[in-house]
Protein backbone atom coordinates (compact mmCIF):
# COMPACT_ATOMS: atom_id res chain seq x y z
CA UNK A 1 0.00 0.00 0.00
CA UNK A 2 1.17 3.18 -0.75
CA UNK A 3 1.90 5.86 2.08
CA UNK A 4 0.87 9.47 1.75
CA UNK A 5 1.66 12.63 4.61
CA UNK A 6 -0.63 15.60 4.81
CA UNK A 7 0.26 17.85 7.32
CA UNK A 8 -2.28 20.05 9.07
CA UNK A 9 -5.28 17.13 8.16
CA UNK A 10 -7.59 18.19 10.43
CA UNK A 11 -9.54 21.29 8.59
CA UNK A 12 -10.03 22.85 4.87
CA UNK A 13 -7.93 21.50 2.24
CA UNK A 14 -5.59 19.22 4.73
CA UNK A 15 -8.88 17.34 5.48
CA UNK A 16 -9.99 17.59 1.58
CA UNK A 17 -6.77 16.09 1.04
CA UNK A 18 -6.74 13.35 3.88
CA UNK A 19 -10.14 12.20 2.84
CA UNK A 20 -9.33 11.77 -1.05
CA UNK A 21 -6.21 9.90 -0.40
CA UNK A 22 -8.25 7.63 1.81
CA UNK A 23 -10.55 7.07 -0.97
CA UNK A 24 -7.50 6.69 -3.34
CA UNK A 25 -6.60 3.54 -0.78
CA UNK A 26 -3.56 5.22 0.43
CA UNK A 27 -2.44 4.20 3.91
CA UNK A 28 -2.82 8.40 5.08
CA UNK A 29 -0.65 9.74 8.02
CA UNK A 30 -2.00 13.40 9.59
CA UNK A 31 -0.90 15.82 12.43
CA UNK A 32 -2.14 18.68 13.75
CA UNK A 33 -2.21 20.44 16.75
CA UNK A 34 -5.83 20.14 18.36
CA UNK A 35 -6.74 15.90 18.39
CA UNK A 36 -10.25 17.04 19.67
CA UNK A 37 -10.86 18.71 16.04
CA UNK A 38 -9.48 15.95 14.80
CA UNK A 39 -11.64 13.47 16.49
CA UNK A 40 -14.71 15.63 15.52
CA UNK A 41 -13.77 14.88 12.00
CA UNK A 42 -13.65 11.00 12.52
CA UNK A 43 -16.99 11.17 13.71
CA UNK A 44 -18.27 13.24 10.76
CA UNK A 45 -16.14 10.75 8.40
CA UNK A 46 -15.88 7.21 9.70
CA UNK A 47 -13.81 6.37 7.01
CA UNK A 48 -10.70 9.08 8.31
CA UNK A 49 -10.72 6.22 11.34
CA UNK A 50 -8.11 4.68 8.96
CA UNK A 51 -5.60 7.36 8.82
CA UNK A 52 -2.84 7.28 11.30
CA UNK A 53 -3.39 10.30 13.00
CA UNK A 54 -0.70 12.53 15.24
CA UNK A 55 -0.62 15.33 17.38
CA UNK A 56 1.94 17.37 16.67
CA UNK A 57 2.78 21.18 15.81
CA UNK A 58 5.43 20.77 13.69
CA UNK A 59 6.64 24.53 14.31
CA UNK A 60 8.16 22.60 17.16
CA UNK A 61 11.30 20.74 15.84
CA UNK A 62 10.99 18.54 18.39
CA UNK A 63 7.49 17.63 17.46
CA UNK A 64 8.26 17.47 13.85
CA UNK A 65 11.51 15.10 14.32
CA UNK A 66 9.23 12.98 16.86
CA UNK A 67 6.49 12.44 14.15
CA UNK A 68 9.15 12.16 10.94
CA UNK A 69 11.32 9.26 13.48
CA UNK A 70 7.59 7.65 13.84
CA UNK A 71 6.49 7.39 10.20
CA UNK A 72 10.29 6.14 9.79
CA UNK A 73 9.59 3.28 12.30
CA UNK A 74 6.37 2.33 11.15
CA UNK A 75 6.44 2.98 7.59
CA UNK A 76 10.05 3.23 6.47
CA UNK A 77 8.69 4.90 3.81
CA UNK A 78 6.72 7.69 2.11
CA UNK A 79 5.19 7.45 -1.06
CA UNK A 80 3.65 11.29 -1.49
CA UNK A 81 3.43 14.43 0.81
CA UNK A 82 1.56 17.39 0.84
CA UNK A 83 2.70 20.17 3.02
CA UNK A 84 -0.27 21.84 3.86
CA UNK A 85 -0.11 22.71 7.84
CA UNK A 86 -0.82 26.97 8.43
CA UNK A 87 -2.32 28.64 11.22
CA UNK A 88 -3.90 31.36 11.54
CA UNK A 89 -1.95 34.41 10.46
CA UNK A 90 0.26 36.41 13.45
CA UNK A 91 1.61 38.77 11.49
CA UNK A 92 -1.05 40.52 10.15
CA UNK A 93 -0.89 44.61 9.65
CA UNK A 94 1.26 47.13 9.03
CA UNK A 95 5.13 46.10 8.51
CA UNK A 96 6.12 48.79 10.11
CA UNK A 97 4.35 47.92 13.24
CA UNK A 98 3.89 43.90 13.98
CA UNK A 99 5.86 43.23 16.82
CA UNK A 100 9.08 41.21 15.40
CA UNK A 101 7.60 37.97 17.43
CA UNK A 102 5.00 38.05 15.61
CA UNK A 103 6.90 38.23 12.08
CA UNK A 104 9.56 35.63 13.32
CA UNK A 105 6.19 33.34 14.26
CA UNK A 106 4.88 33.74 10.81
CA UNK A 107 8.28 33.00 9.11
CA UNK A 108 8.70 29.98 11.24
CA UNK A 109 4.97 28.47 10.68
CA UNK A 110 5.03 29.32 7.05
CA UNK A 111 8.17 29.05 5.92
CA UNK A 112 10.88 27.10 8.80
CA UNK A 113 8.30 24.47 9.45
CA UNK A 114 7.42 23.57 5.53
CA UNK A 115 11.25 23.72 4.63
CA UNK A 116 12.20 21.43 7.81
CA UNK A 117 9.03 18.29 6.64
CA UNK A 118 10.20 18.87 2.93
CA UNK A 119 13.91 17.77 3.91
CA UNK A 120 12.53 15.06 5.89
CA UNK A 121 10.07 13.49 3.29
CA UNK A 122 12.49 13.48 0.67
CA UNK A 123 14.83 11.06 3.23
CA UNK A 124 11.90 9.10 2.96
CA UNK A 125 10.88 8.68 -0.71
CA UNK A 126 12.50 6.85 -3.55
CA UNK A 127 11.75 6.90 -7.31
CA UNK A 128 8.27 7.51 -8.02
CA UNK A 129 7.90 9.67 -5.04
CA UNK A 130 5.70 12.87 -5.23
CA UNK A 131 5.51 16.17 -3.18
CA UNK A 132 2.98 19.34 -3.04
CA UNK A 133 3.78 22.54 -1.29
CA UNK A 134 0.86 24.75 -0.53
CA UNK A 135 1.55 27.59 -1.74
CA UNK A 136 -0.66 30.87 -2.18
CA UNK A 137 -1.20 33.50 -4.83
CA UNK A 138 0.77 35.62 -1.83
CA UNK A 139 3.68 34.05 -2.70
CA UNK A 140 3.28 35.06 -6.27
CA UNK A 141 1.88 39.32 -5.89
CA UNK A 142 2.91 41.96 -3.08
CA UNK A 143 0.16 41.64 -0.30
CA UNK A 144 0.39 44.94 2.47
CA UNK A 145 -1.02 43.89 5.63
CA UNK A 146 0.60 40.34 5.34
CA UNK A 147 4.20 41.24 4.13
CA UNK A 148 5.86 38.29 6.20
CA UNK A 149 3.16 35.63 5.38
CA UNK A 150 3.92 36.41 1.71
CA UNK A 151 7.73 36.46 1.94
CA UNK A 152 6.89 32.86 3.65
CA UNK A 153 5.29 31.81 0.70
CA UNK A 154 7.73 33.60 -2.12
CA UNK A 155 10.51 31.91 -0.06
CA UNK A 156 8.62 28.33 -0.69
CA UNK A 157 8.17 29.19 -4.02
CA UNK A 158 12.08 29.52 -4.74
CA UNK A 159 12.23 26.22 -2.02
CA UNK A 160 9.87 24.47 -4.54
CA UNK A 161 11.75 25.13 -7.76
CA UNK A 162 15.64 24.42 -6.50
CA UNK A 163 14.77 21.50 -4.02
CA UNK A 164 13.00 19.87 -7.63
CA UNK A 165 16.05 20.37 -9.37
CA UNK A 166 18.23 18.93 -7.07
CA UNK A 167 15.97 15.51 -6.61
CA UNK A 168 14.16 15.05 -10.30
CA UNK A 169 17.56 13.27 -11.10
CA UNK A 170 16.34 11.02 -8.35
CA UNK A 171 12.91 10.29 -9.69
CA UNK A 172 11.04 12.48 -7.06
CA UNK A 173 8.72 14.93 -8.53
CA UNK A 174 8.71 18.80 -6.42
CA UNK A 175 5.87 21.16 -7.19
CA UNK A 176 3.39 23.63 -5.43
CA UNK A 177 -0.24 24.55 -5.72
CA UNK A 178 -0.92 28.30 -5.25
CA UNK A 179 -4.19 28.50 -3.93
CA UNK A 180 -6.53 32.06 -3.96
CA UNK A 181 -9.31 32.80 -1.58
CA UNK A 182 -10.88 29.39 -0.28
CA UNK A 183 -13.83 28.86 1.95
CA UNK A 184 -12.64 27.53 4.82
CA UNK A 185 -12.80 27.52 8.48
CA UNK A 186 -10.47 29.86 9.10
CA UNK A 187 -12.90 32.32 6.49
CA UNK A 188 -16.16 31.03 8.02
CA UNK A 189 -14.25 32.45 11.56
CA UNK A 190 -13.78 36.04 9.67
CA UNK A 191 -17.22 35.96 8.23
CA UNK A 192 -18.53 35.86 11.83
CA UNK A 193 -16.29 38.92 13.20
CA UNK A 194 -16.57 41.03 10.32
CA UNK A 195 -20.15 39.86 8.36
CA UNK A 196 -20.07 40.99 4.79
CA UNK A 197 -16.31 39.43 4.35
CA UNK A 198 -17.53 37.07 1.96
CA UNK A 199 -19.06 39.21 -0.05
CA UNK A 200 -16.95 42.17 -0.49
CA UNK A 201 -13.45 39.79 -1.27
CA UNK A 202 -15.80 37.74 -3.55
CA UNK A 203 -16.34 40.98 -5.07
CA UNK A 204 -12.57 41.62 -6.10
CA UNK A 205 -12.19 37.96 -7.65
CA UNK A 206 -12.76 37.69 -11.12
CA UNK A 207 -14.62 34.48 -10.54
CA UNK A 208 -16.45 36.40 -7.77
CA UNK A 209 -16.59 33.50 -5.72
CA UNK A 210 -14.12 31.61 -3.12
CA UNK A 211 -12.88 28.22 -4.26
CA UNK A 212 -13.91 25.23 -2.37
CA UNK A 213 -11.54 23.00 -0.34
CA UNK A 214 -12.40 20.10 -3.56
CA UNK A 215 -11.33 22.42 -6.37
CA UNK A 216 -8.02 23.33 -4.36
CA UNK A 217 -7.52 19.52 -3.65
CA UNK A 218 -8.41 18.46 -7.93
CA UNK A 219 -4.65 19.94 -8.44
CA UNK A 220 -2.76 19.01 -5.25
CA UNK A 221 -3.93 15.21 -6.48
CA UNK A 222 -4.04 15.88 -10.27
CA UNK A 223 0.44 16.84 -9.18
CA UNK A 224 0.56 13.97 -7.25
CA UNK A 225 0.12 11.64 -9.92
CA UNK A 226 0.97 10.11 -13.18
CA UNK A 227 -1.35 12.25 -14.78
CA UNK A 228 1.56 14.94 -14.09
CA UNK A 229 4.84 12.94 -14.32
CA UNK A 230 6.23 15.54 -16.88
CA UNK A 231 5.66 18.19 -14.61
CA UNK A 232 8.38 19.15 -12.15
CA UNK A 233 9.12 22.88 -10.03
CA UNK A 234 5.75 23.90 -11.51
CA UNK A 235 3.43 25.96 -9.27
CA UNK A 236 -0.07 25.81 -10.25
CA UNK A 237 -2.07 28.92 -9.70
CA UNK A 238 -6.20 28.09 -8.54
CA UNK A 239 -7.55 30.86 -7.58
CA UNK A 240 -10.63 32.59 -9.77
CA UNK A 241 -8.21 34.98 -11.52
CA UNK A 242 -7.34 36.93 -8.57
CA UNK A 243 -3.74 36.66 -9.73
CA UNK A 244 -4.29 38.33 -12.65
CA UNK A 245 -5.73 41.58 -11.50
Same mark, same amino acid.
Given at each position: ????????????????????????? @?????????????????????????? #????????????????????????????????????????? =??????? !???????????????????????????? =????????????????????? @? !?????????????????????? +???????? =???????????????????????????????????? +?? #??????????????????????? =?????
Amino acid at each position: MKVALVTGGSQGIGLETVRRLVAEN @YQVITCSRREDVWQQQVERYPELAAV #DYHQADISDEAQLYRLFSDISEQYGKLDVAVNNASPALASR =GQFAEVV !SVALQDTLQQDFWAQALCLQQELRLMGE =GGAIVNLSSVNGLRPTPNAAM @Y !SAAKHAIEGLTRSVALEVIGQG +IRINAVAP =GVTWTPRWEAREVEAPGTRADVSAVVPAKRYANASE +IV #DAVLFLLSEKASYIVGHTLVVDG =GLSLN
